[in-house]
């Protein structure tokens, strides 16, 4: 089982980089609230945060981040201690079209979010069929090699979608695929391809989109271990060996969930909360698509 995590921790990707171990997600967080959520959660320690062209917030993403890269400059501190290289952003294409659109558009969100590079830009659904999938991962090897992306990744990819493209001609082989998994829906299967193909997982509702924080078993589970229902599930996802990404724009909320030293969950615990599964889909699933 992983070891619990600081926000500091990192995991190694399969291209040699690596990423935080726990992420801030952004989904449905409007646009006055993004850029003061982002800044305190990086107040807070976090590094790493989740966005999308499909998001229309990566320009507040990028701005709270470059605001608080430049911060210390302004005061006149130190600026050494508070480096690019220690951030991660990820966003992802909206939608699967040519080549060259998603050339310019990589273009785009670069410009939007401000910060020179983007570390993990994914395909954000297998949507538009093989050839599209495949023109569209050209363009992001592509993009990898003038250095715009660090690494390059796939969201709600199914088995047969990663299939395909592995056994593509790659020149390179995406490091991540972002999925929907928690104890309501475990993806054993699909999980367990990803893990062997040397993919990390970036589990997206780490915490049920809400839903199930008042369930019995999770609720006797964090009595149990005297935390939060929130802090069982984003561990849960953390010892499965995930990156978790967490939404929430409140400050009390961002530190309670990367709050997670002061208990372990056991190996039974585990698989108690494994067996919750019930397939629950809490936003789209487009792993079957053709
Ligand atoms: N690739 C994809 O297709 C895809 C799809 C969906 C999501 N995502 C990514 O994954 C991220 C997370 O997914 P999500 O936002 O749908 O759901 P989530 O993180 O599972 O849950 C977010 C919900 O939980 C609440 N919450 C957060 N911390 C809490 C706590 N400690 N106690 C009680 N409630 C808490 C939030 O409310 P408050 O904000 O009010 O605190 C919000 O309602 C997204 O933001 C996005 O970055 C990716």
């Avoid at 809400?210 to 009595?223: D, N, P």
Wanted: hydrophobic letters at 40%; one cysteine or more; a negative charge.
């Amino acid at each position: 089982m992983a070891a619990i995590l600081a926000l500091t921790d990192r995991v190694s990707l399969c291209n040699g980089t690596s990423m935080p171990s726990v992420h801030l997600g952004t989904y449905l967080t409007n646009d006055n609230e993004t850029f003061i959520a982002v800044l305190e959660a990086l107040n807070i320690g976090y590094r790493g945060f989740d966005s999308a062209q499909m998001y229309d917030n990566e320009a507040q993403v990028g701005a709270a981040i470059n605001h608080w890269l430049h911060q210390d400059l302004e005061d006149g501190n130190d600026p050494a201690v508070r480096s690019r290289s220690d951030i991660h952003f990820t966003t992802k294409l909206a939608s699967n079209s040519s080549y060259d659109e998603t050339k310019e558009s990589i273009l785009r969100s670069l410009e939007s979010c401000g910060l020179g590079y983007i570390d993990l830009f994914l395909l954000h659904s297998p949507y538009g069929g093989p050839e599209a999938r495949r023109e569209c991962w050209r363009a992001i090897e592509d993009a990898i090699s003038e250095g715009l992306i660090r690494s390059g990744g796939v969201s709600n990819f199914g088995k047969r979608h990663l299939e395909e493209l592995l056994a593509s001609d790659l020149r390179v082989k995406p490091s991540v695929n972002q999925i929907e998994v928690h104890p309501f829906n475990t993806r054993t299967e699909l999980v367990g391809y990803c893990q062997a193909q040397g993919l990390q997982v970036q589990a997206y509702c780490p915490l049920v989109h809400g839903l199930r924080m008042a369930h019995a078993t999770v609720v006797s589970m964090a009595e149990k271990h005297s935390c939060t229902a929130a802090q069982v599930l984003i561990q849960w996802s953390v010892l499965h060996g995930f990156v978790p990404l967490p939404k929430t724009t409140q400050k009390q909320r961002m530190v309670e969930n990367a709050d997670l030293s002061k208990f372990k969950l056991s190996v039974e615990d585990l698989a108690i909360l494994d067996s919750l599964d019930e397939g629950l889909v809490t936003d789209w699933d487009p792993t079957d698509a053709l």
